[in-house]
């Protein structure tokens, strides 16, 4: 049986252009209808739905009279909505690679919508079974689409970005929602923090250092006095605080801070 799905909203005119003795009738879920009921029957024994509901879904059945008898044929008609995605993907941030990582998208609407997922502007190439171990090589096996979720198995630094789940079902344009993967890398940084430095921050990579440490990268051990080597933090000299005075107009900053952030690319 055919099955017609009318946008919520929208009229629907189904036109009767087979010859027939006596006028065409139309029956609803069983119960006659006739011109009167709503325009639903034209004077020409069309059928026309205005502004479509939920009210006016269900069963419709044209029947033909002739010199042999009445033939019939029937058509179910529903109202379809536009898919509308209710549980969107959340953006997940990880330290390493390795782990596996799961987005979910649930979407409604009428018929049920189908999803698929892009990253980057592209879309993904999927696969629906889980293969244990999957080699990193073959990007399908990798990433895996189980009822509402995509999952990414074995993640890596090049997995990072934005992941975009699209909703369709033939009714409207759909529904898109974005989530993004990104690593925030405690360490390394490049280059990397020295005398147990700690690597902060996404973007800007910057070594938080211990209290007796200085530099971009903890490379500077502090001093009260004494003459220091700003590369090897070895420290001498013969108390007078003229070290100490060198060592902070190095730095730049008084030699006072802890933390000294600085661009650097990963």
């Known amino acids: 049986?055919?099955?017609i799905v009318v946008p919520r909203g929208h009229d629907l005119h189904l036109t009767n252009e087979a010859k027939s003795v006596g006028l065409p009738t139309w029956n609803k879920d069983g119960s006659a209808l006739v011109a009167r009921d709503c325009g639903m029957v034209t004077p020409h024994g069309d059928l026309a739905l205005t502004a479509m509901t939920n009210d006016l879904e269900g069963l419709?059945?044209?029947?033909?009279?002739?010199?042999?008898?009445?033939?019939?044929?029937?058509?179910?008609?529903?109202?379809g909505e536009s898919p509308r995605i209710v549980v969107p993907p959340r953006d997940v941030e990880m330290q390493h690679p390795g782990r596996n990582v799961m987005l979910t998208c649930v979407a409604t609407g009428t018929p049920t919508p189908t999803t698929y997922w892009m990253k980057d502007g592209e879309r993904l190439n999927t696969s629906t079974s889980v293969s244990p171990n999957p080699p990193h090589s073959n990007e399908s096996v990798r990433f895996i689409v189980t009822d509402d979720s995509l999952h990414i198995l074995n993640t890596?630094?090049?997995?990072g970005g934005f992941y975009t789940c699209v909703a369709t079902n033939g009714?409207?344009?759909g529904d898109r929602r974005e989530a993004e993967i990104f690593f925030r890398r405690a360490?390394?940084?490049?280059?990397?923090?020295?005398?147990?430095?700690?690597?902060t921050s996404?973007?800007?990579?910057?070594?938080?250092?211990?209290?007796?440490?200085?530099?971009v990268?903890?490379?500077t051990q502090r001093a009260s006095a004494g003459n220091c080597d700003l590369l090897t933090g070895e420290c001498h000299g013969d108390g007078s605080g003229s070290g100490a005075a060198d060592l902070a107009a190095l730095d730049g900053n008084g030699g006072d801070r802890d933390t000294i952030g600085e661009t650097i690319n990963a």
């Open 60 to 79: 419709y059945t044209l029947v033909l009279h002739g010199t042999t008898g009445a033939a019939a044929h029937s058509v179910f008609i529903t109202a």
């Open 187 to 199: 360490t390394p940084c490049s280059p990397s923090c020295r005398n147990n430095g700690t690597c």
């Open 171 to 173: 009714i409207g344009e």
């Open 1 to 3: 049986m055919e099955t």
């Open 217 to 219: 990268v903890c490379q």
């Open 202 to 215: 996404r973007d800007v990579h910057s070594c938080k250092c211990p209290s007796t440490y200085t530099g």
């Open 156 to 159: 890596m630094y090049s997995d």
